[in-house]
């Protein structure tokens, strides 16, 4: 197509040029014959006027009406036209008397153009300003150069004209005949121009830059396995082809580093998304254990409530017993199965607080394994906001190459945008979440703490109660000695008044421990819940990530490398 339209131009600018030359040359050697067949017509004219003047001495003069040359009368005469044709090779010649031509070798329809009369152009500059006229004229119906002398006599007065003249037919002819000899040439050397041009331009422009369009079509389908022209020198054919090349290897390198970097943010948001998921399920479980576990303190209050209580009519009782001291033995069996039911009740306390005991450690142990996993989602994060800064850091690196690439890489260039905007978000959601795991990892130490706290609470209620236990093992014995003694029986009594006491003040500890434990629980499980909405939202956001990362790595399946 570039070789068609170049040959054309090629073609117009060579025809439009020779043309001119050729109009150019024409003219000029019309010229350069004129000027020769002037130069030739003044030579002719010294001639004759030697001829004439040798042959026929004497002046000119009018004699009785008619034009004489010394003794001839030239009137009708044709002996020194005739020699001047002779003379001059084949010039025509014609003696005027005045304006009328009255000797010539002109033969006009087989007969001498006598009687003819002068153009008034030659009679006004030959005669009426008695100068030499040199030019084109019409000789009988022809195109000639000729040139006329003034006839003058002894006065110096004009009183006729003698010319002599060429046809101009037979130059021209022969300049016509060069014309187209040089046309011919002219034409030929055209052809050979063109051919020559058009061999260049086929191998040296039309040929390579098929193959470059070649190459930015593969470009523009992604196609990076493409051979670029190579082409050597410094021409600007040469620029262009280094420049394709290296847009190919730019592309290739960018889309190879892009490419590695979307298989790692799918790896690693693959692994998001499966940790994220374990870390939900264990959040749940640990929700559900801990609502559990303040379900069972609740009961554990109330027990607590009821062995008060017990606690305060036994009280009740020992004063009833103190004051009635005759009745001893009645009483203190009663007291006896008084006190057997509070060991029995501080035995079940026992027995309560060792299963509250089990169950806050195993809420500190999953609270603490929480606060790990937690960390090791944080770990997770970072690992992702590097990716997403890398990749953040890819995508500016491919917009730039795009950049360079012009055209050719705008399609890229989106590509490249997309991408960056996507590391951007990946970060952002990164930084959120690790704000929301610095806050559950910061409320699950608190909890942890408080945690082991009532533990330690829990721990010293036992051996509270313990000593609770024995001392009405205590008053069990004493109580089954006031049978033998009432002053025993008096003083055992006295000391269960004091031990019920300090039960009661232990079990209101107990009870506002366990309270406080609840509450403790319940704040326990809502933060639980809260760390599993956030999870969650962490597995929604590594899914998305997930599929951010899949349509990247499809995006760059397009380009074959």
Same mark, same amino acid.
């Given at each position: 197509?570039?070789?068609?339209?170049?040959?054309?131009?090629?073609?117009?600018?060579?025809?439009?040029?020779?043309?001119?030359?050729?109009?150019?040359?024409?003219?000029?050697?019309?010229?350069?014959?004129?000027?020769?067949?002037?130069?030739?017509?003044?030579?002719?004219?010294?001639?004759?006027?030697?001829?004439?003047?040798?042959?026929?001495?004497?002046?000119?003069?009018?004699?009785?009406?008619?034009?004489?040359?010394?003794?001839?009368?030239?009137?009708?005469?044709?002996?020194?036209?005739?020699?001047?044709?002779?003379?001059?090779?084949?010039?025509?010649?014609?003696?005027?008397?005045?304006?009328?031509?009255?000797?010539?070798?002109?033969?006009?329809?087989?007969?001498?153009?006598?009687?003819?009369?002068?153009?008034?152009?030659?009679?006004?500059?030959?005669?009426?300003?008695?100068?030499?006229?040199?030019?084109?004229?019409?000789?009988?119906?022809?195109?000639?150069?000729?040139?006329?002398? +003034?006839?003058?006599?002894?006065?110096?007065?004009?009183?006729?004209?003698? $010319?002599?003249?060429? +046809?101009?037919? +037979?130059?021209?002819?022969?300049?016509?005949?060069?014309?187209?000899?040089?046309?011919?040439?002219?034409?030929?050397?055209?052809?050979?121009?063109?051919?020559?041009?058009?061999?260049?331009?086929?191998?040296?422009?039309?040929?390579?830059?098929?193959?470059?369009?070649?190459?930015?079509?593969?470009?523009?389908?992604?196609?990076?396995?493409?051979?670029?022209?190579?082409?050597?020198?410094?021409?600007?054919?040469?620029?262009?082809?280094?420049?394709?090349?290296?847009?190919?290897?730019?592309?290739?390198?960018?889309?190879?580093?892009?490419?590695?970097?979307?298989?790692?943010?799918?790896? $690693?948001?693959?692994?998001?998304?499966?940790?994220?998921?374990?870390?939900?399920?264990?959040?749940?479980?640990?929700?559900?254990?801990?609502?559990?576990?303040?379900?069972?303190?609740?009961?554990?209050?109330?027990?607590?409530?009821?062995?008060?209580?017990?606690?305060?009519?036994?009280?009740?009782?020992?004063?009833?017993?103190?004051?009635?001291?005759?009745?001893?033995?009645?009483?203190?069996?009663?007291?006896?199965?008084?006190?057997?039911?509070?060991?029995?009740?501080?035995?079940?306390?026992?027995?309560?607080?060792?299963?509250?005991?089990?169950?806050?450690?195993?809420?500190?142990?999953?609270?603490?394994?929480?606060?790990?996993?937690?960390?090791?989602?944080?770990?997770?994060?970072?690992?992702?906001?590097?990716?997403?800064?890398?990749?953040?850091?890819?995508?500016?690196?491919?917009?730039?190459?795009?950049?360079?690439?012009?055209?050719?890489?705008?399609?890229?260039?989106?590509?490249? @945008?997309?991408?960056?905007?996507?590391?951007?978000?990946?970060?952002?959601? $990164?930084?959120?979440?690790?704000?929301?795991?610095?806050?559950?990892?910061?409320?699950? $130490?608190?909890?942890?703490?408080?945690?082991?706290?009532?533990?330690?609470?829990?721990?010293?209620?036992?051996?509270?109660?313990?000593?609770?236990?024995?001392?009405?093992?205590?008053?069990?014995?004493?109580?089954?000695?006031?049978?033998?003694?009432?002053?025993?029986?008096?003083?055992?009594?006295?000391?269960?008044?004091?031990? @019920?006491?300090?039960?009661?003040?232990?079990?209101?500890?107990?009870?506002?421990?366990?309270?406080?434990?609840?509450?403790?629980?319940?704040?326990?499980?809502?933060?639980?819940?809260?760390?599993?909405?956030?999870?969650?939202?962490?597995?929604?956001?590594?899914?998305?990530?997930?599929?951010?990362?899949?349509?990247?790595?499809?995006?760059?399946?397009?380009?074959?490398?």
């Amino acid at each position: 197509m570039i070789r068609t339209k170049m040959n054309f131009i090629l073609f117009n600018v060579i025809i439009m040029m020779m043309a001119v030359i050729a109009v150019y040359n024409y003219n000029e050697s019309k010229n350069n014959l004129i000027e020769s067949v002037e130069n030739k017509m003044y030579s002719d004219l010294k001639l004759g006027d030697a001829y004439i003047n040798a042959q026929f001495p004497g002046d000119w003069q009018i004699i009785d009406g008619e034009l004489h040359k010394g003794e001839l009368n030239v009137v009708g005469d044709t002996a020194i036209v005739d020699n001047i044709r002779e003379l001059t090779n084949g010039n025509l010649a014609s003696i005027f008397q005045d304006r009328t031509r009255i000797s010539t070798n002109i033969i006009g329809d087989g007969e001498r153009a006598l009687n003819t009369e002068v153009s008034e152009e030659v009679a006004k500059v030959v005669i009426d300003e008695k100068t030499r006229y040199i030019g084109t004229a019409t000789v009988v119906g022809e195109e000639a150069i000729a040139v006329y002398e +003034p006839i003058l006599d002894k006065n110096d007065n004009v009183i006729g004209i003698w $010319s002599t003249a060429v +046809p101009v037919a +037979p130059y021209l002819n022969i300049l016509n005949e060069g014309l187209w000899i040089e046309i011919g040439i002219n034409i030929l050397l055209a052809f050979l121009a063109i051919v020559a041009i058009s061999t260049y331009v086929e191998y040296g422009l039309s040929r390579p830059l098929k193959k470059l369009a070649q190459n930015a079509n593969d470009l523009a389908n992604l196609n990076l396995n493409g051979r670029i022209l190579e082409i050597e020198g410094k021409d600007e054919m040469a620029e262009l082809a280094n420049s394709f090349k290296k847009v190919q290897l730019q592309l290739k390198e960018t889309i190879q580093l892009v490419s590695e970097s979307a298989d790692q943010v799918a790896t $690693s948001s693959v692994t998001l998304s499966e940790s994220s998921a374990q870390t939900s399920d264990a959040s749940s479980q640990i929700a559900i254990s801990m609502n559990d576990l303040a379900e069972g303190t609740t009961d554990q209050s109330d027990q607590i409530d009821v062995l008060l209580n017990e606690v305060n009519h036994t009280i009740e009782e020992v004063e009833s017993c103190l004051k009635i001291a005759e009745q001893a033995l009645v009483n203190a069996t009663a007291s006896t199965d008084i006190a057997r039911q509070g060991e029995a009740a501080i035995s079940e306390a026992i027995r309560h607080l060792s299963t509250v005991t089990q169950t806050v450690s195993y809420a500190t142990d999953s609270i603490q394994k929480l606060g790990k996993r937690s960390e090791e989602i944080g770990g997770i994060i970072t690992v992702i906001t590097g990716i997403a800064d890398q990749t953040n850091l890819l995508a500016l690196n491919a917009a730039i190459e795009a950049a360079r690439a012009g055209d050719q890489g705008k399609g890229f260039a989106v590509v490249a @945008s997309e991408v960056r905007k996507l590391a951007e978000q990946s970060r952002d959601a $990164s930084g959120q979440i690790t704000e929301l795991i610095n806050d559950i990892q910061a409320e699950t $130490s608190v909890t942890v703490r408080t945690m082991e706290s009532n533990l330690l609470a829990v721990e010293e209620q036992v051996q509270i109660i313990n000593k609770g236990g024995e001392a009405l093992e205590k008053i069990v014995t004493r109580v089954a000695e006031t049978e033998d003694n009432v002053h025993q029986m008096k003083s055992a009594f006295e000391h269960v008044h004091t031990s @019920s006491e300090n039960v009661q003040v232990a079990l209101k500890t107990i009870t506002h421990i366990i309270e406080n434990t609840a509450a403790a629980t319940e704040q326990v499980a809502a933060t639980t819940e809260e760390q599993h909405t956030t999870v969650e939202e962490l597995h929604l956001s590594s899914e998305a990530l997930s599929h951010v990362a899949t349509t990247l790595q499809k995006e760059v399946g397009k380009f074959q490398l």
